[in-house]
């Protein structure tokens, strides 16, 4: 952020323009779907990840959908669909709306080494969808070298089909996080404030998987924001 401030400075005649400028290139990029018509691709800067056959990507209702392949698999097995940002981040501060059905289980995968954000190395926000154990609605994971670690986990029932907030904050070693329905006012408090291993920059998206044979499972994402807290993007 200094250097694109000092950057900013050159073209602009006064600090607070330069700040201003600085602002709108650290925030960049923010998502909305609103007037998207059904079946328009994710917006730039998103891009496809994982695309087997018979999965889809793209904006349905108003929001980012992704939606599985048909056959029995996981999260990261070849059934699994995936949207990326174009660019790499290691430290960041993200919000966005989440939305799953069934047992479809999305994941906001960071510093992934795999464009297709698959757990070979990467830290990952896995979701719950359950309504009958409230004992773990968000939990933090990573993968170094295909090993998953459990990190922390957060508690809440969280419906199927229902709209939940979340922020994920990553500053070098420190990965924090927080949900709440969709609705109601932020928390000040962190559900979730761990240290990770991986601190280098890497892949940012989502993907989903199937947890069993189906025609298909879905997640919608909405109101996406990032702003850049100081890592070098690649």
């Known amino acids: 952020s200094t250097g694109l401030g000092l950057f900013a400075s050159i073209f602009t005649r006064s600090q607070i323009a330069a700040i201003f400028i600085t602002m709108l290139v650290t925030m960049l990029p923010a998502t909305s779907f609103t007037g998207l018509t059904d079946g328009a691709p994710w917006p730039a800067p998103w891009i496809a990840g994982q695309a087997p056959a018979g999965s889809t990507r793209d904006v349905q209702g108003e929001a980012g ?38 047992q479809g289980y999305p994941r906001f995968v960071f510093r992934s080494l795999l464009p297709e954000l698959t757990h070979q190395d990467c830290i990952y926000l896995a979701a719950q969808v359950n309504t009958s154990n409230p004992s773990e609605s968000f939990r933090l994971d990573e993968a170094i070298n295909w090993t998953q670690t459990r990190l922390a986990r957060t508690t809440g029932a969280w419906p199927t089909g229902e709209w939940v907030r979340v922020r994920v904050r990553a500053e070098g070693a420190r990965v924090r996080m927080r949900r709440w ?41 909405d109101d996406f924001t990032l702003t850049d807290l100081g890592s070098t993007p690649t």
């Open 65 to 102: 959908r992704l939606v599985t392949a048909s056959a029995l698999g996981n999260f990261d097995s070849a059934d699994a669909s995936s949207i990326r940002l174009d660019h790499q981040i290691a430290d960041f501060d993200a919000t966005f709306r989440l939305r799953s059905y069934g």
């Open 181 to 221: 329905d969709d609705g109601a006012a932020e928390p000040t408090e962190w559900g979730i404030d761990q240290t990770v291993a991986r601190t280098v920059p890497g892949h940012l998206g989502f993907i989903v998987g199937p947890a069993g044979a189906a025609t298909g499972y879905r997640v919608d994402v």
